[in-house]
């Protein structure tokens, strides 16, 4: 039996007594009974449902009607506002909390994954396993076709600490171009696919990119940051609009198991994006879409950081509406500008991993300088259009915060809600003065931490490694940050347990001080995020006139032994007053 027969076990037992309650109260003064037109479609009750608004209310019952939150607080309040039809769901005693909203996803690609060669599963692998998995589906694959793979979380899921280099990769598919991308920034290749896209010894590394050499300067096949892969991955298949819609399908699927009831997309340079919006338009249409779906047009340094300001201009206007023009479900949310590489490029004030890149290494810049950053911003600006802006390390912090302050003599960014996604490491005095000053947004994923938390240590070094996400301190500094998953397990209760305890996947706690408190997670996937696309008034929170999103949980995250939230179920997840999710029983 489905949780849905067993939550709903009692809805006529339920209607029953909400009828007799109406009568009754009829009887007594016949104006305080309610018309079935106006009875609420569906009533939650019966157990701890956390509001998360302002004063972080605690109440045992709310009301739905046409999608929105009617009622919000007492049993005794609520459940007689109950029509024939309305549906009652009894907690029994679980926890409520708003629907998830995750800040820093790549759906599309989460919903690729989920039918591909995918490394990110969350389990333990080794180089003989994945190697096995390369070898299987290459049998299944005519000669000369790609193979294209997601990789793993991070190294630190691979027992050898290690992805496959060029020459393994080749005795498992010596006859297909192979592919495999890793958080975004790392790609490893095997040397068909470096011949087809011309890399060589003698190929010299890109800028805002590396090839990694042996100590021959041969290519190992590990190609690092989008200016290094962007030759192979132009070769691989693009999806087809079969493929995109299904891709939806999937995301739609996984994330409302999850929990998560509207997500900002990082995804996609402007065709994509045009390509993306018209899909989920037409899930929508069908109502097939169940995720409050925000989406990013991504500028790309590949195409953009040296081009003209006339150039850039026209590009910010093509995106055709400002930031929030879209629907309940579709909107528009802004530009997604990388600065910096990942782990191995992150770009940094001081040199590291010098034994692996060589004297001063700081880290690799895609492209973008402060004045190319500036034209993006001033065009932004001036077209209403949000910026986005990714920066891992500490010098790319400091490059973008020192851009938006300087374009902010010219023209105002308070108010805008600029967003910093990752925010660099361990934020200065003056990171932390312009970031609250210009009203920037901080977009942070510490569930990165639990995936990578030991790599961000190896390479930068265990002071470095340890700041990375430093919630706290941008919290206690007054600025908004909100919470999500990115390339790591979207799991919203693992983030939660993550940004409590910054545990990574080794049980080692990177920086303690920089710990929040669960009241503080639980904003940074709710109420948060809403601010984060100017929708505080629509979403986030569980009061009455806001849309109707929220979890039905097995345990509750405020009270439960620490180490037990992120094994919490997610039980029934309701959007717009419908569900869209609900677990098997056991």
Same mark, same amino acid.
Request: proline share 5%.
């Given at each position: 039996?489905?949780?849905?027969?067993?939550?709903?076990?009692?809805?006529?037992?339920?209607?029953?007594?909400?009828?007799?309650?109406?009568?009754?109260?009829?009887?007594?003064?016949?104006? @305080?009974?309610?018309?079935?037109?106006?009875?609420?479609?569906?009533?939650?009750?019966?157990?701890?449902?956390?509001?998360?608004?302002?004063?972080?209310?605690?109440?045992?019952?709310?009301?739905?009607?046409?999608?929105?939150?009617?009622?919000?607080?007492?049993?005794?309040? !609520?459940?007689?506002?109950?029509?024939?039809?309305?549906?009652?769901?009894?907690?029994?005693?679980?926890?409520?909390?708003?629907?998830?909203?995750?800040?820093?996803?790549?759906?599309?690609?989460?919903?690729?994954?989920?039918?591909?060669?995918?490394?990110?599963?969350?389990?333990?692998?080794?180089?003989?396993?994945?190697?096995?998995?390369?070898?299987?589906?290459?049998?299944?694959?005519?000669?000369?076709?790609?193979?294209?793979?997601?990789?793993?979380?991070?190294?630190?899921?691979?027992?050898?600490?290690?992805?496959?280099?060029?020459?393994?990769?080749?005795?498992?598919?010596?006859?297909?171009?192979?592919?495999?991308?890793?958080?975004?920034?790392?790609?490893?290749?095997?040397?068909?696919?470096?011949?087809?896209?011309?890399?060589?010894?003698?190929?010299?590394?890109?800028?805002?990119?590396?090839?990694?050499?042996?100590?021959?300067?041969?290519?190992?096949?590990?190609?690092?940051?989008?200016?290094?892969?962007?030759?192979?991955?132009?070769?691989?298949?693009?999806?087809?609009?079969?493929?995109?819609?299904?891709?939806?399908?999937?995301?739609?699927?996984?994330?409302?198991?999850?929990?998560?009831?509207?997500?900002?997309?990082?995804?996609?340079?402007?065709?994509?994006?045009?390509?993306?919006?018209?899909?989920?338009?037409?899930?929508?249409?069908?109502?097939?879409?169940?995720?409050?779906?925000?989406?990013?047009?991504?500028?790309?340094?590949?195409?953009?950081?040296?081009?003209?300001?006339?150039?850039?201009?026209?590009?910010?206007?093509?995106?055709?509406?400002?930031?929030?023009?879209?629907?309940?479900?579709?909107?528009?949310?802004?530009?997604?500008? @990388?600065?910096?590489?990942?782990?191995?490029?992150?770009?940094?004030?001081?040199?590291?991993?010098?034994?692996?890149?060589?004297?001063?290494?700081?880290?690799?810049?895609?492209?973008?300088?402060?004045?190319?950053?500036?034209?993006?911003?001033?065009?932004?600006?001036?077209?209403?259009?949000?910026?986005?802006?990714?920066?891992?390390?500490?010098?790319?912090?400091?490059?973008?915060?020192?851009?938006?302050?300087?374009?902010?003599?010219?023209?105002?960014?308070?108010?805008?809600?600029?967003?910093?996604?990752?925010?660099?490491?361990?934020?200065?005095?003056?990171?932390?003065?312009?970031?609250?000053?210009?009203?920037?947004?901080?977009?942070?994923?510490?569930?990165?931490?639990?995936?990578?938390?030991?790599?961000?240590?190896?390479?930068?070094?265990?002071?470095?490694?340890?700041?990375?996400?430093?919630?706290?301190?941008?919290?206690?500094?007054?600025?908004?940050?909100?919470?999500?998953?990115?390339?790591?397990? !979207?799991?919203?209760?693992?983030?939660?347990?993550?940004?409590?305890?910054?545990?990574?996947?080794?049980?080692?706690?990177?920086?303690?001080?920089?710990?929040?408190?669960?009241?503080?997670?639980?904003?940074?996937?709710?109420?948060?995020?809403?601010?984060?696309?100017?929708?505080?008034?629509?979403?986030?929170?569980?009061?009455?006139?806001?849309?109707?999103?929220?979890?039905?949980?097995?345990?509750?995250?405020?009270?439960?032994?620490?180490?037990? !939230?992120?094994?919490?179920?997610?039980?029934?997840?309701?959007?717009?007053?419908?569900?869209?999710?609900?677990?098997?029983?056991?």
């Amino acid at each position: 039996m489905g949780l849905r027969n067993h939550l709903f076990s009692s809805v006529q037992h339920w209607s029953r007594l909400v009828v007799f309650a109406s009568l009754a109260v009829v009887s007594c003064s016949e104006n @305080s009974s309610v018309p079935d037109m106006l009875a609420p479609d569906l009533v939650v009750h019966g157990g701890k449902i956390i509001t998360v608004d302002n004063d972080f209310r605690v109440v045992s019952a709310v009301a739905i009607k046409d999608g929105r939150f009617v009622a919000v607080g007492d049993e005794g309040q !609520i459940l007689p506002l109950g029509g024939v039809a309305t549906q009652v769901i009894d907690l029994e005693g679980r926890t409520v909390i708003p629907g998830v909203i995750d800040s820093h996803i790549h759906a599309f690609g989460y919903g690729l994954d989920r039918s591909s060669l995918n490394f990110a599963t969350g389990e333990m692998l080794t180089l003989e396993g994945i190697l096995e998995h390369v070898r299987g589906r290459a049998a299944q694959t005519p000669p000369g076709e790609w193979i294209v793979a997601r990789g793993p979380f991070s190294l630190e899921f691979v027992r050898e600490g290690r992805l496959p280099d060029r020459y393994e990769l080749d005795e498992v598919a010596p006859d297909n171009p192979f592919y495999m991308n890793t958080q975004g920034h790392d790609g490893n290749v095997n040397s068909l696919a470096l011949e087809m896209a011309g890399i060589t010894r003698d190929t010299p590394d890109p800028v805002g990119g590396t090839i990694v050499r042996d100590e021959d300067g041969v290519p190992t096949g590990e190609l690092l940051e989008e200016f290094a892969w962007g030759p192979v991955e132009r070769l691989t298949p693009v999806p087809t609009r079969e493929d995109m819609v299904e891709a939806a399908r999937l995301a739609v699927e996984g994330l409302n198991a999850a929990g998560i009831t509207s997500l900002v997309d990082m995804d996609g340079p402007l065709s994509e994006s045009r390509d993306k919006i018209e899909i989920l338009n037409q899930l929508e249409a069908n109502g097939d879409l169940t995720i409050r779906w925000h989406v990013l047009t991504r500028f790309r340094g590949t195409e953009y950081a040296n081009a003209s300001a006339e150039v850039i201009d026209e590009a910010v206007r093509d995106i055709g509406a400002p930031s929030g023009f879209g629907s309940e479900w579709v909107r528009i949310a802004g530009i997604k500008l @990388s600065l910096d590489g990942g782990v191995q490029g992150a770009y940094m004030r001081e040199p590291y991993a010098e034994e692996q890149f060589g004297a001063g290494y700081r880290g690799i810049l895609r492209g973008w300088d402060k004045e190319s950053l500036k034209l993006v911003m001033r065009s932004a600006h001036k077209y209403g259009v949000r910026m986005f802006v990714h920066c891992v390390g500490d010098a790319a912090l400091d490059l973008a915060l020192d851009a938006m302050d300087e374009v902010d003599d010219e023209l105002p960014l308070l108010g805008l809600r600029w967003t910093l996604e990752h925010a660099g490491l361990k934020p200065t005095e003056r990171n932390l003065e312009q970031a609250k000053r210009l009203g920037v947004v901080i977009s942070t994923q510490q569930p990165m931490g639990w995936t990578i938390g030991k790599s961000f240590k190896r390479v930068w070094g265990d002071e470095l490694g340890s700041n990375w996400m430093p919630n706290k301190t941008w919290v206690d500094a007054g600025v908004v940050v909100k919470g999500g998953s990115d390339v790591a397990p !979207i799991d919203p209760m693992l983030g939660l347990w993550t940004y409590v305890t910054r545990e990574d996947i080794t049980g080692a706690v990177s920086d303690p001080i920089e710990r929040v408190s669960r009241e503080e997670a639980l904003r940074m996937y709710t109420i948060n995020g809403a601010y984060g696309t100017f929708q505080e008034n629509m979403l986030g929170s569980i009061e009455v006139g806001k849309l109707a999103d929220l979890v039905i949980l097995g345990g509750d995250p405020l009270t439960v032994p620490v180490d037990e !939230i992120r094994d919490i179920p997610i039980l029934v997840t309701i959007a717009g007053g419908q569900i869209v999710y609900e677990a098997d029983s056991p």
